[in-house]
């Protein structure tokens, strides 16, 4: 047999195991095989590929030393970077790594155009792609990731009209670049096309608002993937467009199901910028009338008395690092017999499952976990609905009022409840800036202060109360 | 490799991770965009390939070698981070059924 027949095999087997592996993901119950299961394939696929060199032209010692200093530096900052950071702060982080996989393809790309002649008009072609979109992919996930992390805020420049016309002008200068870059890879266009592409990717993601992250990060994904294909045109690699087409296609699948969620297009999403800009010229903003607010010590009584308990969770509880606690006093009514269940938005929190992944970290049971659909019906039937730290997926003008720009979102039906407790830090408006009618209701009462405070004062209320002392 | 050849397989690949995803429920929607996301870093074998053919060209070492380093940082960093969610999912079950 010869070497480039097992190598074939050898890739054949990865791109089996990394296809059951991204199938395996999409179930709950084969997920964390499935992600070893990737894992594996990836590590077959570095030994076929220096099995390949060592049994051909051999590998250097040179050649040695830099692979396994790189893939130690890369290996150990992943590594310590996946175990330290809390599951809050997960969406940045997945912003960051594929930020890195975008910069790693943009590298090898300029490595190959820079250092290794006589490329074909093909391998010009892809290394153009790779640049463009590696560049786009950095650059665009580093700011994804400042705004997550709160580096950054959405400057209100960038609303304004005219950034389209700069980001249009970019856009012209890199394609110039890109179609130069075709013709004669000389040093200038080539830094010109870095450069173009990179600003493109800040100039594109910076006036998109935090409500819209889920969709930007899943998209960003997706653009990794189609680096990574590049990159396998540039060194002729099958497996790395192969494994490159199936995460830019499950990127793409995964953002037309966040925009779904939101009841936008990815038209709106990308080059709407803020929902706020747009309240400003229609009857989303407007003063608030008949806010109630009350104490901890209220909440408390009216929670006792209920039989059925439903909690909204959004952004604000993963800010405030308050899963644990609520966990807690879920405990504490459930062992007052009192029936509670978690409302999860597709899109409540920063990244599409957000929400899902804090709770499992608070061990609060799957089965408590309720989808829209499914519990939107449960709504008249329940006491108290819990909104912590949760604004524009509960804001009832989604569904009548037809001038407001988050008509036709689906939101959570929480009005319908006999009373909603809402818990917030002040009155700010959501990621959206628009006014929530929910506030004005007269079922609705406000409850002020850090998620966490409050819900650490309302388990000793409770506890005073003597609920779950049995 | 020829360029339709690898047309044809860019091709298939994107129709297979079309298929691959039909329905995911919301509770995997973060860890499949994680664990996507480390197999994106499969750039690794790019960089890899070219560290082995720079032979002694410094300048395309360096760049190699960081290049993988990125690349690694999204695989081991992705692959970690998708299992320590996945675990938190996976420990409810067994929990609940002792209980019951």
Redesign the interface.
């Known amino acids: 047999m010869n070497i480039t027949l097992i190598q074939s095999l050898i890739n054949l087997l990865s791109v089996l195991f ?2 059951l ?3 395996g ?4 119950r084969s ?2 095989e ?3 299961l ?2 594996f394939a ?1 590590f077959l ?2 030994i076929g ?2 099995f390949y ?1 060592l049994g051909t ?1 051999g ?2 010692q ?2 040695w030393l ?2 396994i ?3 130690l ?3 150990l ?3 310590i ?3 330290k ?1 809390p ?1 809050t702060s ?1 969406p940045e ?2 912003a960051l ?2 930020g ?2 975008g ?3 943009l ?2 790309a ?3 155009v ?3 002649k006589n490329q074909s008009l ?1 391998q010009d072609l892809s290394i153009s792609v790779s640049i463009f979109v590696g560049a786009i992919t950095f650059s665009g996930s580093i700011i994804a990731m400042a705004k997550l992390q709160g580096w950054l805020s959405t400057p209100s420049w960038t609303q304004n009209r005219v950034r389209h016309l700069i980001n249009v002008s970019i856009a012209i200068i890199s394609l110039i670049a890109f179609i130069n870059l075709l013709q004669s890879s000389d040093s200038s266009t080539i830094w010109l096309l870095v450069i173009s592409s990179t600003v493109l990717g800040i100039g594109v993601t910076l006036p998109i608002g935090g409500a819209d992250m889920p969709v930007v ?2 998209l960003l ?1 997706s653009y ?2 189609i ?3 590049a ?24 953002t037309q ?1 966040m925009c779904k969620g939101m009841n936008r297009s990815l038209i709106s999403v990308l080059f709407g910028g803020t929902l706020a800009s747009k309240s400003e010229k229609s009857s989303g903003g407007g003063e608030y009338t008949n806010i109630t607010s009350c104490s901890v010590e209220e909440c408390a009584l009216t929670l006792e008395a209920a039989n059925k308990v439903i909690i909204v969770p959004g952004y604000g509880l993963a800010v405030a690092q308050a899963q644990h606690t609520l966990r807690e006093v879920a405990k504490i009514l459930e062992q007052n017999e009192i029936e509670v269940c978690y409302a ?1 938005h ?1 899109v409540a929190g920063r ?4 929400m ?2 804090l709770l ?2 608070a ?1 609060v ?3 408590q ?1 309720k ?1 829209m659909d499914i519990v939107n019906p449960d709504f008249p039937a329940a006491d108290v609905v819990l909104v912590l730290g949760a604004n524009d997926v509960v804001n009832p003008q989604a569904k009548s009022d037809k001038n407001s720009p988050l008509y036709g979102m689906p939101v959570l039906d929480v009005q319908e409840a006999r009373t909603v407790f809402v818990i917030k830090r002040g009155m700010s408006a959501g990621y959206s800036g628009i006014k929530n009618d929910l506030f004005d209701l007269p079922n609705t009462s406000m409850v002020f202060g850090d998620a966490k405070k409050v819900l650490s004062e309302l388990m000793s209320e409770l506890k005073e109360l003597g609920v779950g002392a049995k | 490799m020829d360029f339709a050849q690898a047309f044809w397989i860019l091709l298939l690949g994107s129709l297979l991770g079309l298929e691959l995803i039909g329905k995911v429920p919301p509770t995997l929607h973060t860890p499949l965009m994680s664990g996507a996301n480390a197999i994106s870093g499969i750039t690794m074998l790019a960089a890899l390939t070219l560290i082995i053919q720079a032979k002694n060209n410094l300048p395309l070492l360096l760049i190699g070698s960081i290049s993988l380093g990125f690349a690694l940082f999204n695989v081991v960093g992705g692959f970690f981070v998708t299992d320590r969610m996945l675990a938190m999912f996976n420990r409810k079950p067994s929990k609940n059924s002792k209980l019951k």
């Open positions: 990394l296809a592996g991204i199938k993901l999409s179930k709950v997920a964390r499935a992600n070893r990737a894992a990836m696929s570095v590929l220096l060199y032209n590998i250097t040179q050649s830099w692979i200093v790189g893939s530096i890369g290996s900052f992943g590594a970077l996946a175990k950071v599951m997960m982080t997945v790594f594929n890195c996989g910069m790693s393809s590298l090898v300029l490595g190959v820079f250092f290794q093909i990060i899943s994904n990794s993937g680096a990574a294909a990159a396998g045109f540039v060194v002729e690699s099958q497996l790395l467009i192969v494994a490159g087409a199936m995460v830019g296609a499950a990127g793409l699948i995964l199901v999860i597709p990244m599409p499952g957000h899902n992944v499992a970290e061990d049971p799957y089965e976990l989808e």
